[in-house]
C-alpha cells in the first residue's frame, strides 16, 4: 500500500467491488489456505507444525478482502469470482460478527485461510512516516496493538481461522538495536498467544529484508511462526527479488499475495503497485520454485485498488495464474 491507509482501502474494497460486479452482488478480495506449510518450519524451530497447517490440499487460488459489518456479501464476491480461498480483514470483533462470518463460509464453501489484522491508530506506508507508525515496531502504539493482534487472535478461533497475518513493521536490520530486541518480545507475546489458540502467527513480508525476517522468527523461537509471502511487497519496499527471496524464506512460507509492482524510484515513496504481468515480478518462476517446495497453500490475489478496473484486473490475474498453477 503507497499513499493509501491500507485498512481503509480494505474496508472500503468490498463495497468498491459489489457495486462493480452488479446488483445484488457484494465483495470480497484475497484468498489463502490453512494447510499453506506442506514442507514444515526450519528444523532448529520446531519439530512440528500445528495440525490446521500441515498442508495436504493442493495449490488453490483466492483473494483478500475486508468483510465489513456483511461478510455475507464480502464472500458471495469470492465465490461469484470462482475463487475457493480467501483472507479476511476484519477491524471490528463484535460478538455477533463470529457467526455471520461463520454463516457465510459455510454457505459458500470459502476457506479462510488467514485473519489480517492491522492497526489500531495512524500507519502511513512510505518510507519516512512508516517506520515510525506501522506494526509492533512504534512503541507509542504498540501495547494497543498487541491487544488488538490478541482479540483478532480469540475471533479467529471462534471462527475456525486457522491463522492471524500481520505487518510487524520496519523490523530493525541491527539485531543489537534495543528497537529490534523490544520488537522481537512483543512478536513473542502474541506468538504465543496465537499459539494457545491453536493457530499459526503470519508475517506479512514487506517492511524488512528477508535475513532480518528470518533472524526474527529464529529469535522470536516459538514454532507456531510463519510468513505471508507477499511477492510485490518485497520490490515494493526495495528489499529483494522475491525469486531469491524464496530460498530464505521458502521453510516459511504458509501464504502468498499475488500481486505485482515496480521498484521504488523517489526514496520516499514506496514503488508503484501494478497489474500482474506488468511489473518485476516473475511470476512463472515464483510459482515453479513453489511446486519444488511442494508448497499446498493458497496464491490469494490482492489488488490495491477500488472500481471496476479492480474487478478486471483480479479476473485476469486469476486467469493467468490459473495456467500457471496448471
Not at 488453490?60 to 475486508?66: A, D, E, H, S, V
Not at 461469484?80 to 455477533?96: K, S
Not at 521458502?250 to 511489473?279: C, F, M, S
Request: hydrophobic share 40%; charged share 25%.
Amino acid at each position: 500500500m503507497n499513499k493509501q491507509n491500507r485498512r481503509a482501502f480494505l474496508q472500503t474494497s468490498a463495497a468498491a467491488l459489489a457495486g462493480s460486479l452488479g446488483p445484488g452482488r457484494a465483495v470480497v478480495l484475497d484468498g489463502a489456505t490453512p494447510g499453506a506449510l506442506s514442507f514444515g518450519l526450519n528444523p532448529r524451530l520446531a519439530s512440528q507444525t500445528i495440525a490446521s497447517n500441515d498442508g495436504r490440499k493442493p495449490l488453490r487460488l483466492g483473494l483478500i478482502i475486508g468483510i465489513g459489518k456483511d461478510p455475507d456479501a464480502a464472500l458471495a464476491k469470492v465465490h461469484d469470482l470462482g475463487l475457493p480461498t480467501c483472507q479476511v480483514f476484519v477491524d471490528d470483533f463484535e460478538p455477533e460478527q463470529v457467526g455471520r462470518l461463520r454463516l457465510a463460509l459455510e454457505k459458500y464453501g470459502i476457506e479462510a485461510t488467514s485473519l489480517v489484522v492491522g492497526g489500531p491508530g495512524k500507519e502511513v506506508w512510505d518510507f519516512y512516516q512508516g517506520p515510525l507508525t506501522i506494526g509492533l515496531v512504534p512503541p507509542e502504539t504498540r501495547a494497543a496493538r498487541l491487544m488488538h493482534i490478541k482479540k483478532a487472535s480469540d475471533f479467529a478461533k471462534q471462527c475456525g481461522i486457522p491463522a492471524v497475518q500481520t505487518h510487524c513493521g520496519f523490523i530493525p536490520e541491527n539485531p543489537n538495536d534495543q528497537l529490534y530486541k523490544e520488537t522481537v518480545t512483543a512478536i513473542r507475546e502474541v506468538a504465543a498467544y496465537c499459539k494457545r489458540n491453536g493457530q499459526n502467527l503470519r508475517y506479512e513480508t514487506g517492511q524488512e529484508t528477508p535475513i532480518t525476517l528470518v533472524r526474527a522468527i529464529q529469535d522470536v523461537g516459538t514454532d507456531n511462526q510463519g510468513v505471508n509471502f507477499d511477492v510485490a511487497n518485497l520490490i515494493l519496499y526495495g528489499k529483494a527479488n522475491p525469486v531469491d527471496a524464496l530460498e530464505l524464506l521458502g521453510p516459511y512460507v504458509q501464504g502468498i499475495h499475488a500481486k505485482d509492482g515496480l521498484w521504488p524510484t523517489n526514496p520516499r515513496d514506496l514503488g508503484e503497485e501494478v497489474p500482474i504481468g506488468k511489473g518485476k515480478v516473475d511470476f512463472p518462476r515464483i510459482i515453479a520454485r513453489l511446486k519444488e517446495l511442494d508448497y499446498r497453500g493458497a496464491v490469494t490475489i490482492e489488488r490495491e485498488i477500488s472500481g471496476p478496473q479492480q474487478v478486471a484486473d483480479v479476473r485476469s490475474a486469476k486467469d493467468y495464474l490459473e495456467k500457471l498453477i496448471g
